[in-house]
């Protein structure tokens, strides 16, 4: 069986092929914002995913040295996400599902960065740190469906690093930046830490360490804003993994990608006699590999009709399959 996915949730339009057994390929086009110090605009985004898709698709295609009338299955990630870009994806698993004559299975985005975690790493039931642009959150597996333990009350993580850098210059995406910036920071600054129970709060902090860019250099104000916002994500994750008592840490999504970060994960874990887990790193960001892989494994869930679902949850998200 081969399973053609899907991405578009966000900035990035990835399609994906895999097999039950491994990724065969997996091509993107990442959305820039044209105009400099913005964030993303979902109408030029959409633009961005109907303009690329065809050809990425090409490419992934001859990647895996297929023809399209090869495809068995279509997964499209249907939500969470912004509505313009959701809808390019899904119109265009709908129109391919037509030619093709093979259903669609609609995959939670963020499910599908877990799922390609386990799959990389061989993780089986681990804590889950799901760290990118527009999400944040700590889940693990029980009865059926992942719960969530605690989650940002406001902005994504990966959001808050870009509209940090934004307020020093740094374009899209800001978050690999500004970790280089820190490594070369040597001076900590208090910066407001806002832990609430088992979630997170990021925009104070955003805010603060952007006012503070005259008084401190870069390299210092970057340093201590990684410190703190990482410090903060990681205590909760550790309550998480007290309360769980797991004995697996799986770090996914775009800002896994962050070295600062597995390291702090990586002590925590041992702390707590637990493995700790990250996807190949490109598996770590939005991409279509994870789509079609967890479409696979949720084949059953497949069908002709589909709908967006921006606000869709990860806790709502059936994992014990329900034949039909
Ligand atoms: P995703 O939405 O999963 O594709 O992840 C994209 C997000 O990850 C963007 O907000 C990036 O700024 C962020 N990101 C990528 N690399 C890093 C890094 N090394 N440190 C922090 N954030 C990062
Ligand atoms: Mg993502």
Request: proline share 4%; hydrophobic share 35%; with cysteine.
């Amino acid at each position: 069986m081969k399973c053609l996915g899907i991405e578009s949730t966000a900035h990035t339009l990835g399609i994906g092929i895999s097999t039950p057994e491994r990724v065969i390929a997996n091509e993107k086009s990442v959305y820039k914002p044209k105009e400099e110090g913005k964030g993303i605009i979902p109408r030029e985004a959409a633009e961005h995913h109907r303009k690329t898709k065809e050809k990425v698709m090409e490419r992934a295609l001859k990647k895996a040295n297929m023809e399209k009338e090869e495809i068995d299955l279509i997964a499209v990630a249907n939500g969470p996400g912004l509505p313009p870009c959701l809808l390019e994806g899904v119109e265009f698993a709908k129109k391919l599902s037509k030619e093709l004559n093979v259903k669609i299975v609609p995959v939670n985005h963020c499910i599908g960065h877990i799922e390609i975690g386990k799959k990389d790493t061989g993780a089986k039931d681990p804590l889950v740190q799901y760290v990118s642009g527009g999400n944040t959150q700590i889940l693990s597996r029980s009865e059926g469906k992942y719960r969530v333990y605690g989650e940002t009350l406001d902005i994504g993580i990966g959001n808050a690093f870009d509209k940090f850098a934004r307020s020093l210059n740094l374009k899209m995406p800001g978050g690999p930046k500004i970790m280089k910036l820190a490594e070369k920071g040597k001076k900590y600054e208090k910066l407001p830490y806002t832990v609430k129970g088992m979630d997170l709060s990021f925009s104070g902090l955003v805010t603060e360490a952007s006012k503070n860019k005259e008084e401190m250099s870069k390299e210092d104000l970057a340093y201590s804003f990684q410190e703190t916002i990482l410090s903060m994500l990681v205590e909760v994750t550790e309550r998480a993994m007290a309360h769980t008592k797991k004995k697996e840490l799986l770090l996914t999504g775009g800002v896994a990608l962050n070295t600062r970060l597995r390291e702090m994960n990586e002590k925590m874990a041992e702390e707590h006699d637990a493995s700790f887990h990250v996807p190949k790193n490109e598996h770590c960001g939005d991409n279509g590999a994870m789509i079609a892989y967890t479409g696979i494994k949720f084949k059953e869930k497949a069908g002709k009709k589909i709908d967006i679902n921006p606000k869709w949850r990860t806790n709502q998200y059936e994992l014990k399959i329900k034949k039909q």
